[in-house]
C-alpha cells in the first residue's frame, strides 16, 4: 500500500511525546506480580510514533491454570462478602484510579494513539462504571418472597456465578475492562483478565494500583495471545463464564471452546451500525453527529455511525454538509494539540483499512474526502466518506473499523428499516427525524441493542449496551450487568 500523491489532512505531532508511568513486568496473580512460566515476550507499541513502549509475557495455558487456581481459591471468602463490603472495594477502586487520572490518560494515550480528549473521556467513563457499579451491588430488585403455591414460600437468591473469565479489545483497554471488572466483581465474583496483547499498559496498572486494595486472588490479569491465553480461559473447567468484548469471530471461537464445559458466555461483539436519516431531519445536526459518532477513536468503535443511509431527497445537501464536517477533522499525534481522532491501533489494522479503501476504489465507489494513508511515523489514515453508495455493496454490510463512513439512499420509511436491518450485526442503530409518530415507531422495528433518535453514540452507564444477530449477547453497564454475572436460585419452604 503506498501513500497517496496528496493528502488533504495533515497530523499534528508532538515534539515531545509525554512519557507514561510503565506497570510492573510480569503476569498479575493471587495478588502480585510474578514471572511468566514463558521466557517470550510480545512488543507494546505506540502506534503514533511506531516506538516500542515496554514488552510485556506472551503468557502460556500454565500461567492461566494457575490464576484460575487463585481465582478459584478467593471466590468463597469474596462471595461471601456483603453488597456493602464489595461496593466500598468498587469504590475504592475508582477513587484510586481518580488519584491516578493523568497517569491512566498518558499511558492510554501512548498505547493506543487516540487523542487527549478520547483518552480523557475513557478514565472518565472508567470511574463512572465503578462508581455505578458500587451502587447497583446494592440495590439488587427480584421477584418478591411470597406463596406462590398453598402452603410453600418461595425465596429467591441472586448468587455469584464463580470465577470469571474475561477477554477485552484493544479499542478501549481501561474502559472495557471497567465494564467487565466492576460488575463481576460487584456480583461477588472473582475473575481472570485477559487484555489485548496490544493494548495491556492500563490494565496492568490498574492492578498494580489497587492490589491492596483487592483481596488476594479476587482479580488476577494473564497476558498473552488469545489463542492460547483466550483459549484456555474459555475451555478452562475452573472457570464458570466467560466474557468477550471483541470481533465476530472472535466471539464464535470463544462460545465454541466453552461449549464443551457448558459455562455461560457473554459476548460483545463488533457492529455496523446504521444511520437513517429522513427527509425532515436536521441535517446539519445529522452531519455534525456522523462527524462525531462516526470518527471517534479513529472509527474503531463498534457503534461506530459508520453507515449512512439517508432519504434521496435531501441526500445531495447531507452530503454536501457531511463531505465539509469531515474536511474540517484535525488528526494528531496524544500531546500533539487539539487532535479529534489519532492512528490506528497496529501496522497490521493500519494496512487492513488502507486496504478497504483499495477495496472501495475497486469497487467504483466515490471517495468524497479522504481515502489515503498519511505520512509517517505512526499508522494515520485520513477521515475518510464515501459516497454513491449503491444497496448490497461490500461497504454496507463489512465492518472497516476505520475512520471510513459510506452514504447511501433510500426512498422511503420501510426501505430504510429494510436496509438498515440487512447486515449481520444487531449493535446499534440511529435514526434522525422531526417527526414524533416516526420517532417512536421506526426504532421499534430496527433490530438493534441500542437506537437513538436524533443522537448517535451517547452512552449512559445507567442504560444497558449489547447487541441482537451476531453482535452477541449480554448486556454490559446498568444493572442487567450484574444480572448476568450473577445466577438466579429459588428455594421453597414447605409451611405445612
Known amino acids: 500500500m503506498t501513500t497517496a500523491e496528496k493528502t488533504l489532512f495533515t497530523v499534528l505531532r508532538a515534539e515531545t511525546p509525554p512519557v507514561p508511568a510503565l506497570p510492573p513486568v510480569g503476569q498479575f496473580i493471587g495478588g502480585k506480580f510474578v514471572p511468566s512460566t514463558s521466557s517470550e515476550t510480545a512488543d507494546v507499541v505506540n502506534p503514533a510514533t511506531e516506538g516500542i513502549l515496554m514488552q510485556v509475557p506472551a503468557g502460556t495455558v500454565e500461567d492461566v491454570d494457575a ?82 403455591a398453598e402452603n410453600h414460600t418461595s425465596v429467591i437468591h441472586r448468587e455469584p456465578v464463580g470465577v470469571v473469565g474475561v477477554i477485552t479489545p484493544w479499542n478501549y483497554p481501561l474502559l ?20 489485548s496483547e496490544q493494548t495491556p499498559l492500563t490494565t496492568l496498572k490498574l492492578a498494580e494500583l489497587i492490589a491492596a486494595e483487592v483481596p488476594a486472588g479476587v482479580i488476577n490479569i494473564v497476558t498473552g495471545p488469545g489463542r ?48 437513517v436519516i429522513f427527509a425532515d431531519a436536521d441535517l446539519e445536526a445529522a452531519a455534525k453527529g456522523v462527524r462525531s459518532a462516526g470518527f471517534w477513536n479513529g472509527g474503531q ?14 441526500a445531495d445537501k447531507f452530503t454536501e454538509l457531511l463531505v465539509r464536517e469531515i474536511s474540517e477533522i484535525t488528526v494528531g499525534t496524544p500531546g500533539g494539540g487539539d487532535a479529534e481522532i489519532g492512528s490506528m491501533i497496529s501496522k497490521a489494522h493500519y494496512e487492513r483499512v488502507l486496504a478497504a ?52 439512499t433510500f426512498s422511503n420509511d420501510e426501505e430504510a428499516v429494510t436496509r438498515a436491518n440487512e447486515t449481520i450485526y444487531g449493535l446499534a442503530a440511529s435514526v434522525w427525524t422531526k417527526d414524533s409518530a416516526r420517532s417512536l415507531n421506526v426504532p421499534r422495528k430496527l433490530d438493534f441493542g441500542t437506537v437513538w433518535v436524533n443522537s448517535h453514540l451517547v452512552i449512559a452507564t445507567e442504560m444497558p449496551w449489547g447487541g441482537f444477530k451476531g453482535s452477541g449477547y449480554g448486556r454490559d453497564l446498568s444493572s442487567y450487568a450484574l444480572d448476568d454475572f450473577s445466577r438466579t436460585k429459588h428455594v421453597m419452604y414447605n409451611r405445612g
Open 67 to 148: 490464576a484460575v487456581a487463585a481465582a478459584v481459591a478467593a471466590k468463597a471468602a469474596w462471595a461471601a462478602t456483603t453488597p456493602r463490603e464489595r461496593s466500598a472495594v468498587l469504590l475504592k477502586i475508582a477513587d484510586i484510579i481518580e488519584t491516578n487520572r493523568a497517569v491512566f490518560e498518558t499511558l492510554e494515550a501512548a498505547n493506543t494513539g487516540k487523542p487527549e480528549a478520547v483518552a480523557e473521556d475513557d478514565i472518565s467513563s472508567a470511574i463512572d462504571t465503578f462508581r455505578f457499579s458500587a451502587g447497583a451491588a446494592r440495590a439488587y430488585s427480584t421477584l418478591g418472597a411470597d406463596d406462590y
Open 176 to 195: 472495557m475492562a471497567a465494564w467487565k471488572i466492576a460488575p463481576i466483581l460487584g456480583a461477588g465474583n472473582t475473575l481472570v483478565l485477559k487484555p
Open 228 to 275: 492460547v491465553v483466550g483459549n484456555r480461559l474459555s475451555e478452562h473447567p475452573g472457570v464458570d463464564l466467560v466474557a468477550i468484548t471483541g470481533s465476530v469471530g472472535s466471539g464464535q471461537k470463544v462460545a465454541a471452546a466453552a461449549a464443551d464445559t457448558v459455562k455461560r458466555v457473554h459476548l460483545e461483539l463488533g457492529g455496523k451500525a446504521p444511520v
Open 301 to 314: 468503535e463498534c457503534g461506530a455511525a459508520c453507515r449512512v443511509l439517508v432519504h434521496e431527497s435531501v
Open 357 to 408: 479503501i483499495d477495496e472501495i476504489r475497486k469497487d467504483g465507489l466515490t471517495i468524497a474526502v479522504g481515502g489515503n494513508a498519511i505520512d509517517g511515523p505512526g499508522y494515520f489514515i485520513e477521515p475518510t466518506v464515501v459516497t454513491n453508495v449503491p444497496a448490497g455493496a461490500p461497504i454496507t454490510s463489512n465492518e472497516i473499523f476505520g475512520p471510513v463512513v459510506s452514504v447511501e
